[in-house]
């Protein structure tokens, strides 16, 4: 990197002051008057040569150079061998050297402190350690050689306990350093302990050392004293002297610390400290002071006024220095909580008239003064952020200004003459303020005082803004009813009159509690408080309080204005009342299976139900057993759902309703005990729905729904329930295990109808939600219920009774039974009273199956086992052929249609596997020594792999199956749409005919715009295509009504402006084009840049729409062309200022006078042409109006002008003053005898014109000798 000094004039003027006298004159001469270039340095001046050896002879000082002056460079890395002799190294037998825990030592102080560690072994057997790295590493190496490597010895010293604080030093610092400089571990007794000892482990070395050192720094402490002199309190300003100017110089001279206790710590001791010879010196000079003083100072007491002593102590007490540094004399304050007002000097007699002067001179140069002003005015006077005080005391900083809340004055402290003059200033201020303003005080019940506030300071900040007043309502905690107002005195009593009316009309305000249930708070606040923001709006007088959520409580709070709450109320009571009217509920049972069906393709059905009856309806989860559908909303819209969810139910299934008259009073027992027996009923008959009336309604009509057959059913068993439950009826409990529960009860039910065929009795087992999963409840008649209770107790005995079994199950068919988890043989488990069914090991090939349980349901569990084997035996496989694109349709959502095949033809039915439509062709057939081999041809009526589904089952079973799954292939119908519509058909993004293959569940094709077909084909279920067929014909219609609305709206009118208005019809940022628009609901389109007819303007819409817009548009233009433009001359100086900023200027005339104003733009022709277009008397008003303001902003720029030709003036003045020539261009930095100033070429040969930096530097030789590799 090079660089250029350049020699300035400052810079040698600068130079020329460090010459002398005579080279000064030398200097001043220009090359011009000397003829020769001595004033410029020699090459060799500027940049003096490197020194020629790296270190100068003893004896011989070398003449002073630059580079002399440079210090060298010491090496932050340092080398330092240490010495362990043998007796004292810690491990002396190794074997081979550098290994064991010696090595590992050595390696952990390496990781430890970063420094580098070499061992080598003397002849002596000691040990020799070189540490390289930066001093401190070098340093804690070296304590832990020592430590870790060496034997330790210790030893004690002992010195004054007073020294040892010595030894540690500050923070310790002291005797680290000792332990690191002798590798020595030093221990010092604590404060407490008596023990003057100090004890030292380290190496033989390290303890003398340290022993040395300590014993240093003892001796050094014994040399120094501590002295104690007590002086009178009053003499110590005359030892210490004016801003301790005596002290400081004392302890300069005599090397000492001397501490003397400032003013006000009440001590007279004077601690010295130093050398004791020193000591006592100082001491000395402190006597004699004092004895001097005493001898010859006198005092005298005066009286000032307490208010005045601090300003004779002045800030940090420096106005008694001053006196003290002035006279001599001492002035003596009493402490500020003392009542005296007596000041005490003290010194040379012919001093105290001087100093007493200054003492009150210093008193009598601040006063205080009192200005009356009433404290309610102090906040004005201060101003906002004190504002109005700043401005007085901004000329008087010294005047400190008072304000003392409550009382009615002001008070001022400062010099005589400025709190004089701020007095006057003062007063005035007060006297205006109280002739232009006022305050009025009115009382309010503190409880109406936060209405009076409002919320968030709405009313209070409203009545000050309007009125220009301050009012101070008090703070709760004051418990004061005083309101006070403060301001202009029409404001005041303006403010006044309003807060008085808002007062009283709160003294007529009403609270009123409204009982509104607890669930219905959160639909009157609504999302987000908007209903309730609603109403408060209305009735914003009044103040709607809501409970707290966890208070459970239906009080809801009105308070405002009488007539107000009222009307609020019965508002919100209003609101309420169709609130309960619309939360009637009423439960519909729906048979689950049609639950679906119900809520329709994509919930379709249902919503359709929810938005023309306007109610909620809630359906149970899937996983939910519940089969009721709730309904909320108004009673007849609830009634309205109910019968049309039950209308798609009996559309659906063959269902009927039946009405069966029973006695109310029987409908309770009938219930049973949280609906025990009339879910029973319902569960024996097919699951059936039983409706009883509201208790205590009275009626006796009991409604039954469900397939003919179990209506009929469930009410032969409720006419007969409730026969024997009007004769006599008789209830017994039985317990049993909940495993026996299904095998008593029988497959289908089968046991317990032949029981209760037998006896006549009602057997009612627990449901699942039951707690006591035992309990068995028998109903019936006395006699009946005993011989039930009889059969039971014997089924149930005999259940008890475990017996063992076996049977012969062929091997192959054991797979079946343990597959799937064994799921078949929990099964039969569950059915049978927990029969335990064991089958062989695989590997066994044994054909003998355990049964363990109850005898009779071991025999029972045999049977189906028995029956199960027969199936499997006459199975059969059966094919059934459909096309794979048909398998997704055939296997419905989530493969709910083949499940369903699956349970209710109890068969097994398998897909095949997808064909990939992505696989190779199939080879050709090779012909091989000329016969063509035909092993692979295959039949063209042989159906694919991938079409052939599997069935297997009993075959009978297999038919009915492959017939429902015939049923379920999709079939395609055609229907003829026109191709123009088919867009609209498919929607944004497909939506539309999503939309309608969902809710017909169809697939509905569209054919590829390239075809311009109009056939669309749908693809469903026979029963759904009808639907489809009508849903999109009647699309089809709807679209067909919107085409010719379409050609109503694009009715085109052509009207022709010319170009120039098209801007005045479009407005600004198209602001009336867009009303017209608005307006008459049409479209207006401009012509485009390159259009050939520039002043068509084309109107869209409904043809009397754009008649309409052409009439509004066509005024426009008759209205413009009544206008006329004016060109005038406003000098282009002024334009600026007449636009104003951001156009802002220009803007504000053309709205005032209705005109249009046209500059011309930079570069026109004729800079000062304005045009202005408006009506004739707008445009000479605004032609008025710019002139004058024409005149006015000229005077502004002529002067403007007149400074900038002042100022351009100065300036070519005072370039004249610096030279009649003109200055040549800088040489820079010139030397001379410079080497490229030689002609000849330099000799690279020479040392001295090429010269070297220094000898080669020789390698470091190691203490061991060269390294080896």
Not at 211 to 223: M, R, T, V, W
Not at 458 to 470: F, L
Not at 542 to 548: A, L, R, S
Not at 1099 to 1120: C, F, P, W
Request: aromatic residues 4%.
């Amino acid at each position: 990197m090079s660089s250029v000094a350049v020699l300035t004039q400052e810079s040698f003027n600068e130079h020329r002051n460090g010459l002398l006298p005579e080279q000064v004159g030398v200097a001043g001469a220009g090359p011009s008057e000397t003829g020769d270039d001595d004033v410029w340095p020699t090459y060799k001046d500027a940049f003096p040569p490197l020194p020629e050896k790296a270190t100068s002879p003893e004896g011989v000082q070398e003449p002073g150079s630059a580079w002399t002056k440079i210090r060298p460079l010491k090496s932050s890395v340092i080398t330092q061998v240490f010495h362990v002799p043998l007796e004292e190294r810690k491990y002396k037998d190794i074997n081979q050297f550098g290994e064991g825990d010696q090595a590992k030592i050595c390696v952990d102080i390496m990781h430890k402190t970063g420094a580098h560690l070499e061992l080598s072994m003397a002849k002596d057997q000691g040990l020799s350690i070189m540490v390289s790295g930066k001093l401190d590493a070098v340093m804690k190496a070296r304590k832990e050689i020592v430590s870790r490597l060496q034997t330790q010895a210790t030893a004690t010293v002992a010195i004054p306990k007073e020294h040892h604080r010595f030894v540690i030093g500050k923070n310790g610092e002291k005797l680290q350093e000792l332990e690191l400089k002798t590798a020595t571990k030093i221990q010092i007794p604590r404060p407490e302990d008596p023990s003057n000892h100090i004890k030292i482990s380290g190496t033989k070395e390290g303890l003398e050392k340290a022993k040395h050192e300590i014993l240093l720094i003892s001796a050094e402490q014994d040399k120094r004293a501590v002295e104690r002199i007590n002086i009178d309190k009053v003499y110590h300003p005359f030892i210490t002297g004016a801003f301790n100017k005596v002290v400081n110089e004392m302890m300069q001279e005599t090397g000492t610390r001397i501490n003397v206790p400032p003013p006000s710590v009440n001590k007279t001791e004077i601690v010295i400290t130093g050398e004791k010879e020193q000591v006592a010196q100082a001491v000395a000079m402190i006597k004699k002071i004092f004895e001097e003083k005493k001898k010859n100072a006198t005092t005298i007491a005066v009286e000032v006024k307490k208010s005045q002593h601090k300003y004779v102590i002045g800030p940090k007490g420096n106005t008694l220095q001053e006196i003290l540094e002035k006279t001599g004399v001492s002035v003596e304050i009493p402490p500020s909580d003392s009542s005296s007002e007596t000041v005490i000097l003290r010194g040379e007699p012919d001093r105290l008239g001087q100093a007493l002067t200054e003492v009150y001179a210093k008193a009598n140069s601040y006063t205080v003064s009192l200005v009356s002003a009433p404290s309610w005015l102090h906040r004005f006077i201060i101003g906002k952020k004190g504002q109005n005080l700043a401005k007085v005391t901004q000329a008087m900083p010294k005047v400190h200004i008072e304000f003392t809340e409550g009382e009615d004055k002001i008070t001022l402290e400062g010099p005589t003459k400025d709190v004089q003059q701020m007095h006057c200033q003062i007063e005035a201020i007060v006297l205006d303020l109280v002739s232009r303003m006022d305050y009025a005080e009115i009382s309010v019940d503190p409880k109406f005082h936060r209405h009076l506030i409002g919320k968030g300071g709405a009313n209070i900040n409203r009545i000050k803004e309007q009125h220009k007043v301050s009012v101070r309502i008090p703070p709760d905690n004051e418990k004061s009813n005083l309101i006070r107002i403060e301001g202009d005195p029409k404001g005041v009593q303006e403010a006044k009159k309003e807060l008085l009316e808002l007062a009283s009309r709160m003294e007529n305000e009403r609270t009123k509690d409204l009982i509104i249930e607890q669930r219905f708070h959160r639909a009157i606040i609504g999302q987000k408080g908007e209903k309730i923001k609603e109403v408060r709006d209305k009735f914003p007088e009044v103040i709607i309080n809501f409970p707290d959520p966890a208070q459970k409580s239906d009080i809801v709070q009105l308070r405002g204005p009488r007539n107000e709450v009222e009307k609020c109320s019965k508002f919100m009571q209003k609101m309420v009342a169709e609130m309960v009217e619309n939360s009637f509920s009423v439960s519909v049972p729906i048979f689950k299976q049609f639950h679906k069906n119900i809520i329709g393709k994509g919930g379709a059905n249902i919503k359709k139900i929810r938005e023309e009856t306007g109610t909620k309806i809630d359906l149970p989860a899937e996983n939910n057993n519940s089969e009721m559908i709730i309904i909320t909303g108004k009673k007849a819209n609830c009634e309205a759902a109910r019968n049309r969810i039950l209308a798609i139910q009996k559309e659906l299934a063959n269902i009927t309703e039946l009405e069966v008259s029973i006695p109310s009073k029987l409908h309770n027992s009938l219930i049973g005990s949280k609906g025990r027996f009339v879910r029973s009923i319902m569960e024996e008959c097919g699951g059936v729905h039983i409706h009883f009336p509201t208790e205590g309604s009275g009626i006796d009509t009991v409604t039954i729904r469900g397939p003919v057959e179990d209506v009929e059913k469930a009410k032969r068993q409720l006419l007969s329930l409730a026969e024997e439950k009007q004769t006599k009826s008789h209830t017994v409990e039985l317990r049993a295990k909940p495993e026996y529960h299904k095998f008593l009860i029988g497959k289908g039910g089968g046991n317990i109808r032949k029981v209760r065929d037998n006896t006549g009795a009602r057997i009612i087992f627990p449901t699942l939600d039951d707690k006591d999963q035992e309990l068995i409840t028998v109903v019936g008649t006395e006699e009946a219920v005993r011989e039930a209770e009889k059969e039971l107790q014997s089924l149930i005995k005999s259940l008890d009774n475990v017996v063992e079994d076996f049977m012969t199950v062929d091997p192959k068919h054991h797979r079946y039974f343990v597959a799937r988890r064994g799921q078949v043989l929990r099964d039969i488990a569950d059915e049978y009273g927990g029969v335990m069914v064991s089958f062989p090991r695989t590997a066994s090939q044994s054909d003998k199956v355990t049964l363990k349980g109850a005898k009779d349901c071991v025999a029972a569990a045999m049977k189906r086992m028995q029956e199960i084997i027969e199936d499997l035996d006459a199975q059969v496989t059966m094919e059934c052929v459909i096309p794979q694109k048909f398998h997704r349709s055939i296997m419905g959502p989530k493969g709910s249609r083949i499940q369903q095949i699956t349970r209710d033809h109890i068969v097994q039915i398998k897909f095949p596997e997808r064909e990939d439509l992505q696989a190779p062709a199939a080879e050709p057939h090779i012909q091989e020594n000329g016969e063509a081999r035909d092993k692979g041809v295959t039949d063209p009526a042989t159906p694919k792999k991938c079409d052939v589904i599997v069935l297997s089952g009993r075959k009978e079973r297999c038919e009915a199956a492959v017939e429902a799954l015939k049923a379920l292939v999709p079939v395609t119908i055609e229907v003829e749409v026109p191709y123009e519509l088919h867009r609209y058909i498919i929607g944004q993004k497909g939506s539309g005919i999503r939309k309608m293959m969902d809710e017909y569940e169809v697939n509905i094709q569209v054919p590829a715009p390239d075809l311009q077909s109009d056939i669309i084909a749908i693809t469903g279920l026979a029963n759904h295509l009808d639907r489809a067929k009508e849903g999109l014909l009647e699309r089809v219609k709807e679209l067909q009504a919107e085409q010719e609305e379409r050609a109503l709206r694009s009715f085109r009118l052509t009207i022709s402006v010319d170009p120039k208005y098209h801007p005045k019809i479009i407005g600004r940022k198209g602001a009336i084009i867009t009303q017209i628009r608005n307006e008459h609901d049409v479209n207006i389109q401009f012509p485009e840049k390159n259009d050939e007819n520039q002043d068509q303007i084309t109107i869209t819409g409904y043809e009397k729409n754009t008649i309409s817009a052409r009439d509004a548009i066509q005024a426009i233009v008759d209205e413009l062309e009544e206008m006329i433009s004016e060109c005038i001359t406003l000098d282009s100086r002024v334009h600026a200022r007449i636009i104003g900023a951001r156009g802002k200027g220009i803007r504000k005339i053309m709205d005032e006078f209705k005109v249009d104003l046209k500059f011309p733009q930079s570069g026109a022709a004729d800079p000062n042409a304005v045009i202005v277009t408006g009506h004739p008397e707008n445009v000479d008003e605004a032609i008025d109006h710019l002139l004058n303001l024409e005149e006015e902003y000229m005077a502004d720029v002529a002067e403007n002008e007149s400074k900038q030709a002042y100022m351009k003036t100065r300036a070519s003045a005072a370039a004249a003053t610096m030279g009649d020539e003109p200055r040549g261009p800088s040489k820079g930095f010139v030397v001379r005898e410079a080497p490229w100033a030689s002609n000849e070429a330099p000799d690279m040969s020479s040392s001295e014109e090429f010269p070297s930096f220094g000898a080669p530097v020789t390698p470091k030789s190691s203490p061991w000798g060269p390294k080896r590799f």
